[in-house]
C-alpha cells in the first residue's frame, strides 16, 4: 500500500504543472512564517520590559500598581508600545499582576502559566509583582549560601 501511494505521489508532481515551484513556495511560505514569529518574539521582550520599567517607576514614585496600562503615560513612559502580534496594546492582569501579548495564536487566552518560558506560552506573560520576584530573589540567595 505505501509503495502504491509512493508511485502515485511520484506520478502527480510529473504531472502538476511547476510542481517544484509550488514544493519550494510552500516551504518558503513556512520559513517566513517562522521567520515572523522570531521578530516578534524579540519585540514582546522589548516591548514588555519598557512597560514593566514604566510599571516599576509607577509602583516607586505612588507604591501602587497602575489599575490599567493607561496609566502609564505621559509621566513614566511616552506612549504604550503594542503588542506585535495584534498591533493593538498589551493586555493587562491585575489578579495575577502580568502583561501579556496575545502570542501566535492571534487569540486571547487570558495570559500564560507564570511558571513557563514567557516564548512556549500561547499568550507571552511577564509578571509585574515585584515584591513577591523580590522574596522569591531573597530565597534563591539564601539557599545558593
Known amino acids: 500500500m505505501l509503495v502504491k501511494f509512493q508511485m502515485n505521489l511520484k506520478l502527480s508532481l510529473y504531472f502538476t504543472e511547476n510542481a517544484i515551484g509550488k514544493l519550494l513556495s510552500s516551504l518558503e511560505v513556512s520559513a517566513l512564517e517562522n521567520v515572523r514569529n522570531k521578530k516578534c518574539n524579540i519585540d514582546v521582550l522589548i516591548n ?15 507604591n501602587t500598581y497602575p489599575d490599567k496600562l493607561e496609566n502609564l503615560t505621559d509621566e513614566y513612559i511616552l ?43 500561547n499568550d507571552p506573560s511577564f509578571s509585574y509583582d515585584f515584591v513577591k520576584t ?8 539564601q539557599v545558593s549560601k
Open 48 to 62: 514588555a520590559n519598557d512597560i514593566l520599567f514604566a510599571i516599576k517607576k509607577y509602583r516607586y514614585y505612588k
Open 79 to 121: 506612549q504604550l508600545p503594542p503588542d506585535p502580534y495584534s498591533g493593538n496594546k498589551f493586555l493587562n492582569n491585575n489578579v495575577n499582576k502580568t502583561i501579556y501579548s496575545i502570542g501566535k495564536n492571534y487569540s486571547n487566552d487570558g495570559g500564560g502559566n507564570m511558571n513557563e518560558k514567557w516564548y512556549l506560552m
Open 134 to 141: 523580590q522574596l522569591i530573589e531573597n530565597e534563591i540567595s
